[in-house]
């Protein structure tokens, strides 16, 4: 069923670029080809590595090919890396297995990265241009975003410190990301050739401790391939959510549990935590003779109620914790969306229930539960529940995708290539 699905995904993509280039001749002007851009997308978890190879065409994305390599749970650890070289080869497999299917070798690959210290950091900096009779040009442009990233920076780097003892030069800024531009008000993608006065730059700075980025750098090296990017999965998920200015997401797995804040089309904040699903299988296991299989199966059924209140219970206190720390007194999104649990109604229903009068936490509305679009796939994940579990399965990887998708698109972005330089003039 897997691979059909695959085969159906492969096959759609193909046809409608296939369409497109037909249409083209149909049309009274000379189209020029561009040459695409093929790069692996790599999902790491605890159990298996998910490999595709995508061609990104004109701003649009073929999935050209997948592969997949089950490994020991007790590789990966408390979401921390315990055995790199057998990940490695793992990789190594399942990328070499979809070289060999396709016919064609890959250098570039995007990563995701198994860790619990993730660190996600908002700010909104405001700034009063002196002279607003000049128009902003590519100097004034410069020197604005640096004065923006080192104040984000600054603030950053002593709230981490703060909270982790982490220090400046013990993090490695992964991605750096202007999620709103406000020009006296009015919201605007482009500041060249404007003269406002008031410019308040939202910015998003994710980081990891250095240790982490050179377990990359040593998984680059085994698998013989340039990894061009990092992306923490809590920072994907969001893209697949671009048109909802408020949500929040749960990502609950079989070894963890991400808690990702949406507000104001900002990512306020994410959390791993060492809380996950396997703790109450586990609890199961022990009171009844059955598989971790048949317990999966009928988890949503009537069946270890006691055993899943005491897990709710606890989830419960947790994601309370977790939402107050980030949102502080700012109104909780109604907007729930929960990944990774094949399984997950009966977490659901328990939070549809939960009274937060008790706690800090303000909410408007009741919460409801929405799904997300896969744009290059066309597909709605609850429209089809025959597809549900598979979707759900490779929900991450699709992020990564739309992710990778939209940083290709605002590479093209002025304001986004003067910070790329700036960030590097900085960490130089």
Not at 86 to 110: F, Q
Not at 280 to 285: D, E, N, S, T, V
Not at 319 to 336: A, G, H, M, Y
Request: glycine share 0%; hydrophobic share 45%; aromatic share 12%.
């Amino acid at each position: 069923m897997r691979n059909q699905r695959m085969k159906w995904i492969i096959e759609k993509n193909l046809k409608k670029n296939y369409d497109l280039k037909n249409n083209n001749h149909l049309m009274n002007f000379v189209t020029k080809e561009i040459k695409p851009k093929i790069i692996w997308i790599i999902d790491i978890w605890a159990y298996k590595i998910r490999v595709w190879i995508c061609k990104i065409i004109n701003r649009d994305v073929e999935l050209v090919w997948y592969w997949e390599k089950r490994q020991d749970e007790q590789y990966i650890l408390m979401q921390e890396f315990q055995n790199l070289e057998w990940i490695s080869e793992n990789i190594k497999e399942a990328i070499k297995k979809a070289e060999l299917d396709w016919g064609i070798e890959v250098n570039d690959v995007i990563i995701n990265i198994p860790t619990t210290n993730v660190f996600f950091e908002f700010s909104k900096i405001n700034h009063i241009r002196e002279n607003t009779k000049k128009e902003i040009w590519d100097k004034e442009l410069y020197e604005l975003m640096k004065l923006v990233e080192s104040q984000a920076l600054h603030k950053h780097y002593k709230t981490i410190k703060n909270n982790s003892w982490y220090k400046k030069n013990d993090l490695k800024l992964l991605i750096s990301n202007i999620s709103n531009i406000q020009i006296d008000n009015e919201s605007t993608k482009d500041l060249n050739w404007t003269n406002p006065k008031k410019i308040n730059i939202s910015l998003l700075n994710v980081f990891i401790p250095e240790s982490k980025f050179e377990t990359v750098k040593y998984i680059e090296k085994a698998i013989k391939k340039n990894i061009v990017n990092i992306i923490p999965s809590e920072f994907a998920i969001t893209w697949l959510f671009k048109d909802t200015e408020d949500i929040i997401i749960i990502d609950l797995w079989n070894s963890h549990t991400s808690v990702i804040v949406k507000k104001n089309n900002n990512i306020k904040g994410a959390k791993k935590l060492s809380f996950w699903i396997n703790d109450l299988i586990k609890q199961i296991r022990n009171n009844y003779n059955l598989t971790k299989n048949d317990i999966i199966k009928t988890i949503d059924d009537d069946r270890f109620w006691a055993e899943k209140i005491e897990f709710l219970n606890i989830f419960k206190d947790i994601l309370v914790i977790t939402l107050e720390e980030i949102l502080w007194d700012k109104i909780c999104p109604s907007d729930f969306f929960i990944l990774g649990w094949w399984a997950n109604m009966f977490v659901k229903n328990y939070l549809k229930n939960i009274d937060f009068s008790w706690t800090d936490i303000k909410m408007a509305w009741k919460i409801s539960f929405v799904s997300p679009n896969i744009e290059f796939l066309d597909l709605k994940i609850e429209d089809n529940p025959d597809w549900a579990y598979w979707a759900k399965s490779n929900i991450n990887i699709f992020a990564m995708i739309q992710t990778t998708l939209d940083f290709i698109k605002k590479d093209k972005n002025k304001i986004e290539k003067i910070l790329k330089e700036v960030i590097h003039d900085l960490e130089s």
